[in-house]
């Protein structure tokens, strides 16, 4: 028998299209904490094979992609929570909750044996972010990532500040399972 969710709506004052009660959007204000904030300055990884240092800029080409994107994590991953009672562990010898499948799952899907120098390359010409910086950025602009990981604060997935645009998607007690 199939169930039927019961869809639950969005905070309307939140959304990416109301004006708040100010003059701007908060997308404006996503793009500006974007441009100022976050990445205006170099990043650094440590590759962990090589132990070696790389630096670079996230380029403003990629900024519709990391929106989408990060987006894009927190709707599934809200939804994903919702339907937990209905997951089951797959992954028995890493014995991973819920959360932590969610987020495994979400980066294989980008996993790659592209060339360093190939997304080093394609970071300043492409609108898309390369792979394992996609899943860095989209990870470190996703406060529940971290708490999943049990990362410290002020690491480099648990930033001090983020740019916060999308709101959570909040329980309520409209919500309800039907089965058939």
Same mark, same amino acid.
């Given at each position: 028998m199939a169930a039927f969710v019961k869809p639950k709506t969005r905070n =309307?004052? %939140?959304? &990416? /299209? !109301?004006?708040?009660?100010? #003059?701007?959007t908060i997308f +404006?204000?996503?793009?500006? %904490?974007? +441009?100022?904030?976050?990445?205006? #300055?170099k990043m650094n990884m440590i590759l962990p094979l090589t132990s070696q240092k790389i630096s670079f800029k996230i380029s403003e080409l990629t900024l519709n992609e990391r929106l989408s994107e990060i987006m894009g994590l927190r709707l599934t991953h809200d939804t994903f929570e919702r339907l937990q009672p209905f997951s089951k562990n797959y992954l028995p010898w890493l014995e991973p909750n819920i959360n932590?499948?969610?987020? &495994?799952?979400?980066?294989q899907m980008?996993? =790659?044996? !592209?060339? &360093?120098?190939?997304?080093? @390359?394609s970071l300043h010409e492409n609108e898309e972010l390369p792979s394992r910086i996609r899943v860095f950025v989209s990870a470190s602009n996703?406060?529940?990532?971290?708490? =999943?990981?049990?990362?410290? #604060?002020?690491?480099?997935?648990?930033? !001090?500040? =983020?740019?916060?645009?999308?709101?959570y /998607? +909040? #329980?309520?007690?409209?919500? +309800? @399972?039907y089965s058939e």
């Open positions: =309307t004052t %939140c959304s &990416l /299209l !109301s004006k708040n009660g100010s #003059e701007h +404006e204000d996503y793009i500006s %904490c974007h +441009e100022d904030n976050i990445y205006k #300055e932590q499948s969610f987020y &495994l799952t979400y980066a980008y996993c =790659t044996k !592209s060339l &360093l120098t190939t997304s080093y @390359i996703n406060n529940l990532l971290g708490k =999943t990981w049990n990362c410290s #604060e002020g690491s480099q997935i648990v930033p !001090s500040s =983020t740019c916060d645009v999308f709101p /998607l +909040e #329980e309520s007690k409209d919500f +309800e @399972i």
